[in-house]
């Protein structure tokens, strides 16, 4: 009598001997926890300090090369300022009446002048150094902005108006003014041109009362300025 074969049987031998083996793992405990978090946390003020380093090094590097590594003998016409003094958060007014955000100013050097609307004539010849200064930075020249502040409501004489194409005329408080610009002992504000970088800082003011051989002496330091800066500052906002 022949019979079914079934193929593949299952072998007793093939069968687990044992009960199921389980592992349980150990709960942390609280204070690991704890203590894992302030490392994690350490860890990542530590990354974070050293990317605000490497993302500020270009700008810390001109700043020292202008400041501290300067070749024996060179002497700025311009008086550096000590502390910088930054960006007052404030708005001004332009001569169209609208309201224009100081912080707008950045992203560019500034050249600086400060006087009445009125601008008598020691306002006119610093407007009209400001404007041949930055003419003659020639290809550079789009790395500067001349501004011209107006700390009082007198009009701006028609004559001067044709002259101002290149320049940002703002309207703004005095005191607001005097908070982050000041004139040197003894002078007042619309006796300079002032210096301002790319990041606000008031961080140079030229002598008073300039004439053409100080504005040539400003020129030399305005080129070591956009120099040292080159590796960072481009043209434009």
């Known amino acids: 009598m022949s019979g079914f074969k079934l193929s593949n049987p299952v072998e007793k031998n093939n ?12 709960m942390p405990r609280p204070g690991d926890v704890v203590q894992a978090d302030a490392q994690r946390t350490r860890a990542g003020r ?3 300090i050293a990317l605000m ?13 202008y400041y501290v590594v300067r070749p024996e003998g060179r002497r700025n016409y311009g008086e550096l300022i000590q502390p910088q003094k930054d960006l007052p958060g404030v708005s001004a007014t332009n001569l169209q009446g609208e309201t224009v955000p100081l912080v707008g100013l950045k992203g560019q050097w500034l050249l600086v002048s400060v006087s009445s609307g009125a601008c008598a004539e020691r306002c006119q010849q610093n407007l009209y150094f400001q404007r041949q200064l930055r003419e003659i930075l020639g290809r550079e020249k789009d790395r500067v902005d001349r501004v011209w502040l107006i700390t009082d409501n007198a009009p701006v004489p028609e004559a001067l108006i044709p002259l101002l194409d290149t320049a940002q005329v703002l309207r703004m408080d005095a005191k607001a003014v005097q908070s982050w610009i000041s004139p ?9 041109l002032y210096v301002i970088d790319p990041m606000g800082n008031f961080m140079m003011r030229f002598p008073a009362h300039m004439d053409v051989p100080g504005a040539s002496k400003a020129k030399r330091d305005l080129e070591r300025l956009l120099r040292a800066s ?7 906002r």
């Open 184 to 192: 040197a002992k003894d002078q007042q504000l619309q006796d300079h």
């Open 15 to 26: 069968l687990p001997n044992s009960p199921l083996a389980m592992t349980v793992h150990e």
């Open 230 to 236: 080159s590796s960072w500052d481009r043209a434009g």
């Open 53 to 65: 380093l490497v993302c500020a090094s270009p700008v810390i590097a001109s700043y020292f090369t």
């Open 46 to 48: 530590w990354k974070m």
